[in-house]
């Protein structure tokens, strides 16, 4: 019970942001609807887990396609709780990753084809669906109970992308689409949603609190580094071949800016005069020795142009495949950031703790079906997958407030094959919602609801 109530708790917080009280009613139900149904998430199934089959459909569909909500909108009480798991001393740490669902279907105009990011290296295959933006705070549970960091999607957003011209389109028009397309790129929309969290994190109340953004390697460039992010710090991985240099200081040529001497962020690890330090990070559930090189005051002409960036080398990893097997490396990292008063060791468990989202892409493809829902509504193709990653956020806030960040033995008993695990899964989080909701039927109720897993099980299998 303890983990159902709190999350209705969270979930009745959105209130205020429907115009109707019915509305809000319906939005709480189909929430939780979408982590009780078993199988496709599909809207039809959401309604048939929670026994409301019966009942006319139209409505929950129109939640969708139109009633005046902002998608934004649903990770405010997921932004606003989430601020008393983080480190006042600390900046708001938070990731950002591009991913891919798929979504066929000539009548949805948000779907692209694109290139497969599961393809293997020699054969380039192509998927059709839409691309997302997704930002996510880390949560640093290694502070606090000695586990790994959780990630707490706050923002879900398409990338908005335009129309090929078609082949016997007159050069005009696709000048126009190429130039159009420069100017829109996913990149630009990041930006844009970078500073929509700012405002988001402002209205909660850390107006004087800066927010790092530790990013993966497609965001490192200049559309990212050149933009004006007010209280806002940029961390991305970056090639090994970027061309970096340092500030010319040349007495002949005073306006001179750049040094002709460039070096790259692979030089800089094979080169033995800059040395390794190293420190310990919290990876896999305890904290681990990483070597590191650490440049300052360099200036990435193509990317950041004048602005100070520091480079750091994170050297290979090894790790043994048994026992009494041999070393085997990972690859290096190689990161840039604007951040040049940041602790080195705060801004690389940052980085570290970046891998989380990933997880979260995951579980929301996964176990919560973020691709599944066949709505054809423009609107609903956008506020659908953002609905249901809400409820996945909803979850994880109510499993740290309801039972702490470790498994504990209020957790379903795992099978004997799996190695114990210190942090509850998303299905361990789904079963213990399940199983509270069949036990407490009297707050199912409450919201509207009503569970039965056999039935539910059933009618899946109809």
């Not at 139109?66 to 938070?94: H, M, V």
């Not at 950002?96 to 990011?117: F, L």
């Not at 209020?410 to 695990?421: F, T």
């Not at 989080?429 to 009503?450: H, Q, T, V, W, Y």
């Amino acid at each position: 019970m303890k983990l159902l109530k709190a999350f209705l708790d969270i979930s009745n917080e959105l209130g205020p942001m429907f115009s109707q009280e019915r509305t809000a009613r319906r939005a709480t139900r189909l929430l939780l609807s979408n982590l009780l149904c078993i199988g496709r998430h599909w809207l039809t199934r959401m309604l048939c887990a929670t026994n409301r089959d019966r009942r006319d459909w139209s409505a929950d569909y129109r939640l969708f396609s139109r009633s005046p909500w902002k998608t934004q909108d649903l990770f405010e009480p997921a932004i606003r709780r989430s601020l008393g798991y983080l480190d006042k001393n600390d900046p708001i740490c938070i990731a950002g990753d591009e991913t891919k669902i798929k979504r066929a279907g000539r009548k949805v105009k948000r779907s692209r084809w694109m290139r497969d990011p599961l393809s293997p290296p020699f054969q380039v295959n192509f998927i059709k669906g839409i691309r997302i933006i997704q930002f996510a705070v880390i949560l640093p549970l290694h502070r606090i109970a000695g586990v790994t960091a959780r990630s707490l999607p706050v923002l879900f957003e398409p990338v908005e992308s335009l129309a090929k011209p078609k082949k016997n389109a007159s050069k005009k028009e696709k000048a126009a689409y190429n130039k159009a397309k420069r100017k829109n790129t996913m990149c630009d929309q990041s930006v844009e949603h970078m500073l929509t969290l700012r405002k988001a994190f402002d209205a909660a109340g850390v107006i004087a609190r800066t927010i790092l953004f530790t990013l993966d390697g497609g965001f490192c460039n200049q559309k990212v580094f050149k933009a004006t992010l007010d209280r806002c710090l940029v961390l991305a991985r970056c090639r090994k071949d970027a061309k970096l240099c340092f500030t010319a200081n040349d007495p002949a040529h005073p306006r001179k800016k750049y040094a002709d001497e460039k070096f790259t962020p692979e030089s800089t690890r094979q080169d033995e005069s800059v040395p390794y330090r190293s420190g310990k990070f919290f990876i896999g559930g305890k904290y681990r020795k990483i070597r590191y090189k650490e440049v300052p005051n360099v200036l990435w002409q193509r990317g950041a142009g004048e602005k100070p960036l520091r480079l750091i080398v994170l050297a290979p990893i090894p790790y043994h495949l048994s026992p009494n097997s041999k070393a085997n490396y990972r690859e290096p990292a190689y990161l840039l950031t604007d951040a040049n008063d940041m602790s080195i060791l705060k801004l690389i468990q940052a980085y570290v703790d970046r891998w989380e989202i990933e997880v979260n892409h995951r579980d929301e493809k996964q176990h919560l079906g973020v691709g599944d829902p066949q709505v054809w509504n423009d609107a609903s193709v956008d506020r659908f997958p953002a609905f249901i990653v809400a409820s996945y956020a909803f979850l994880l806030l109510a499993s740290l407030e309801a039972y702490g960040a470790k498994r504990t033995d209020a957790y379903l008993r795992p099978p004997k094959w799996q190695r114990r695990r210190t942090r509850p899964s998303c299905l361990d989080l789904l079963a213990i919602l399940r199983k509270e909701g069949m036990e407490n039927p009297e707050l199912l109720k409450s919201a509207g609801l009503s569970f039965d897993p056999a039935e539910a099980c059933l009618k899946v299998a109809a």
